[in-house]
């Protein structure tokens, strides 16, 4: 089963831009990924799948700013001209057959 | 347009019962992948629980025998019945839909906006 692992935390200032990293455990450097974003009081929201090529397929309404990359095992979410409201929690996930794996999450905040 | 809406939260005594329902608006839930995911306090998000097309079933380990995954089709809903509840089965969950019609592929794009249960005495 794949392990995917993130960053607990990351800042950076509003209208800036900033990258959050998912890695994929060894022997799935293949895998697709989903970027999610979770706010407090909301449920999760679904941003784009990512797969190993770095094509991308987004969510209804994600506005250009979300931008998805990809190098080996490592799978980016390139989030520019920052807001206050992309303060949130970010979970890749990814998943095999017959079951579905989330990263721990990266907490974003916006000074 | 796509909506998902949970309910049947609530408070239950360890070692209880509880039965949660999502209802569907939108698009057909027998025709995606289904899931369940939950959020402890303080905690990631947690995969529980999926349901294919074709009606296979699939559980993580922390719910595996305890939780039961179905759905009613003339309902648009999907429920989780969750047996011999736990404190650390404290947490939101959620229903969740894939974003393509091909069992396997657990591409969720679609979340509802969760249902509390707390498991305590």
């Known amino acids: 089963q794949p392990v995917l692992t993130q960053s607990p935390s990351a800042s950076a200032s509003v209208g800036g831009s900033v990258k959050l990293t998912c890695t994929l455990s060894s022997g799935h450097s293949r895998n697709a990924i989903a970027w999610h974003q979770k706010q407090p009081e909301k449920g999760p929201r679904f941003l784009m799948k990512l797969n190993s090529d770095g094509s991308q397929t987004k969510g209804d309404g994600i506005p250009d700013r979300f931008s998805g990359s990809t190098s080996g095992a490592e799978r980016y979410l390139t989030i520019f001209s920052l807001q206050s409201g992309d303060e949130a929690d970010y979970y890749c996930q990814t998943w095999e057959s017959d079951s579905v794996v989330f990263g721990g999450g990266t907490k974003l905040t916006v000074l | 347009e796509v909506h998902l809406l949970e309910s049947g939260g609530g408070l239950v005594q360890p070692g209880g019962s509880l039965k949660l329902t999502c209802v569907g608006s939108?698009?057909?839930?027998?025709?995606?992948?289904m899931s369940w995911v939950r959020q402890a306090p303080g905690q990631g998000l947690e995969w529980l629980s999926g349901i294919f097309i074709g009606g296979s079933t699939f559980y993580a380990d922390s719910v595996k025998g305890r939780f039961i995954i179905s759905r009613d089709k003339s309902n648009n809903m999907l429920y989780l019945e969750m047996n011999n509840m736990r404190p650390e089965d404290t947490a939101v969950y959620y229903c969740?839909?894939?974003?393509?019609?091909?069992?396997?592929?657990?591409?969720?794009?679609?979340w509802g906006q969760g249902t509390l249960v707390t498991v305590s005495s």
């Open positions: 969740a839909k894939d974003r393509i019609r091909l069992d396997g592929d657990w591409d969720i794009d679609y």
């Open positions: 939108g698009f057909t839930i027998n025709s995606y992948t």
